[in-house]
Nanobody, 127 residues
Framework: QLQASGGGLVQPGGSLRLSCAASGRIFSINAMSWHRQAPGKQRELVAAITSGGSTTYASSVKGRFTISRDNAKNTVYLQMNTLKPEDTAVYYC???????????????????????WGQGTQVTSPA
């Protein structure tokens, strides 16, 4: 399960920090990412980070947003600076997670990762 938080209303030029924590019995987390969906538009990738810390950004946010993660806390962050009205959207976190499954008295990692989405958090920067 992924729980996102940190959204809100901020004036253009302001900053927000989103957080998304994974919970449950987790063996490993590979890529983590943030996506957003504005009204009437398709969901788009904002930023992604691998387990090793390599990052990718949409061109529209490069230089303004920073994605990071705390592997010990199973948490991914999105620091958003110099917000613009066009950044207004619902932001979703995503993670590729291998969980531990109980079987025969012990926990074992899943054979493959599964794709999980957070519930979305609204970010509004009014025009």
């Amino acid at each position: 399960q992924l729980q996102a938080s940190g959204g809100g209303l901020v004036q253009p030029g302001g900053s927000l920090r989103l957080s998304c924590a994974a919970s449950g019995r987790i063996f490993s987390i590979n890529a983590m990412s943030w996506h957003r969906q504005a009204p009437g538009k398709q969901r788009e990738l904002v930023a992604a980070i691998t387990s090793g810390g390599s990052t990718t950004y949409a061109s529209s946010v490069k230089g303004r947003f920073t994605i990071s993660r705390d592997n010990a806390k199973n948490t991914v962050y999105l620091q958003m600076n110099t917000l613009k009205p066009e950044d207004t959207a619902v932001y979703y976190c995503n993670a590729d997670i291998s969980r531990l499954t109980y079987y025969g008295g012990s926990y074992y990692p899943d054979a493959s990762e599964s794709d999980y989405w957070g519930q979305g958090t609204q970010v509004t920067s009014p025009a």
